[in-house]
Protein backbone atom coordinates (compact mmCIF):
# COMPACT_ATOMS: atom_id res chain seq x y z
CA UNK A 1 0.00 0.00 0.00
CA UNK A 2 1.98 3.33 -0.82
CA UNK A 3 2.16 5.79 1.70
CA UNK A 4 2.69 9.68 1.33
CA UNK A 5 2.33 12.96 3.44
CA UNK A 6 -0.77 15.16 3.00
CA UNK A 7 -1.42 18.22 5.29
CA UNK A 8 1.88 16.87 7.40
CA UNK A 9 0.09 13.71 8.17
CA UNK A 10 0.96 9.96 6.57
CA UNK A 11 -1.86 9.03 4.46
CA UNK A 12 -2.15 5.34 3.29
CA UNK A 13 -3.72 5.01 0.24
CA UNK A 14 -5.72 2.20 -0.56
CA UNK A 15 -5.74 0.33 -3.80
CA UNK A 16 -9.43 -0.98 -2.84
CA UNK A 17 -10.45 2.01 -2.01
CA UNK A 18 -9.13 3.20 -5.44
CA UNK A 19 -11.38 0.88 -7.22
CA UNK A 20 -14.10 1.34 -5.35
CA UNK A 21 -14.41 4.63 -6.03
CA UNK A 22 -13.76 4.45 -9.68
CA UNK A 23 -16.63 1.54 -9.71
CA UNK A 24 -19.01 4.29 -8.16
CA UNK A 25 -18.07 6.73 -10.68
CA UNK A 26 -18.44 4.37 -13.59
CA UNK A 27 -21.91 3.41 -11.54
CA UNK A 28 -22.97 7.15 -11.69
CA UNK A 29 -22.14 7.82 -15.52
CA UNK A 30 -24.38 4.97 -16.12
CA UNK A 31 -27.33 5.88 -13.64
CA UNK A 32 -26.85 9.75 -15.83
CA UNK A 33 -27.02 8.11 -19.36
CA UNK A 34 -30.42 6.35 -18.13
CA UNK A 35 -32.14 9.76 -16.07
CA UNK A 36 -31.42 11.23 -18.79
CA UNK A 37 -33.06 8.56 -21.41
CA UNK A 38 -35.92 9.00 -19.57
CA UNK A 39 -36.06 13.05 -18.84
CA UNK A 40 -36.16 12.61 -22.99
CA UNK A 41 -39.20 11.13 -23.53
CA UNK A 42 -40.81 13.13 -21.89
CA UNK A 43 -39.59 16.69 -22.62
CA UNK A 44 -42.30 17.83 -25.21
CA UNK A 45 -44.87 16.16 -23.62
CA UNK A 46 -47.73 17.42 -21.21
CA UNK A 47 -45.94 15.95 -18.69
CA UNK A 48 -42.87 17.89 -19.39
CA UNK A 49 -42.22 19.03 -15.77
CA UNK A 50 -41.13 15.22 -15.43
CA UNK A 51 -38.35 15.99 -18.16
CA UNK A 52 -37.43 19.21 -15.72
CA UNK A 53 -37.19 17.19 -12.66
CA UNK A 54 -35.12 14.45 -13.80
CA UNK A 55 -32.81 17.04 -15.61
CA UNK A 56 -32.45 18.45 -12.43
CA UNK A 57 -31.68 14.86 -10.80
CA UNK A 58 -29.03 14.56 -14.15
CA UNK A 59 -27.19 17.55 -12.41
CA UNK A 60 -27.10 16.15 -8.84
CA UNK A 61 -25.57 13.17 -10.19
CA UNK A 62 -23.23 14.72 -12.08
CA UNK A 63 -21.88 16.94 -9.31
CA UNK A 64 -21.34 13.69 -7.12
CA UNK A 65 -19.41 12.45 -10.26
CA UNK A 66 -17.46 15.09 -10.19
CA UNK A 67 -16.62 15.06 -6.37
CA UNK A 68 -15.71 11.20 -7.01
CA UNK A 69 -13.48 12.20 -9.52
CA UNK A 70 -11.89 14.82 -6.69
CA UNK A 71 -11.63 12.12 -4.25
CA UNK A 72 -9.83 9.61 -6.76
CA UNK A 73 -7.67 12.51 -7.75
CA UNK A 74 -6.58 12.97 -4.58
CA UNK A 75 -5.96 9.50 -3.15
CA UNK A 76 -3.64 9.07 -7.22
CA UNK A 77 -1.49 12.09 -6.48
CA UNK A 78 0.26 13.26 -3.50
CA UNK A 79 -0.35 16.65 -2.14
Known sequence: MPAFRAG??????SSSDHAELAT????LEELTQRVV???A????TSDSA???DLY???RSLFGARRALERAIT???EPS
Do not use: K, T
Not at 8 to 13: A, I, N, P, Q
Not at 24 to 27: D, N
Open 24 to 27: LRSQ
Open 37 to 39: AVA
Open 41 to 44: RYQD
Open 56 to 58: AAE
Open 50 to 52: IAG
Open 74 to 76: ALE
Open 8 to 13: GRLRRV
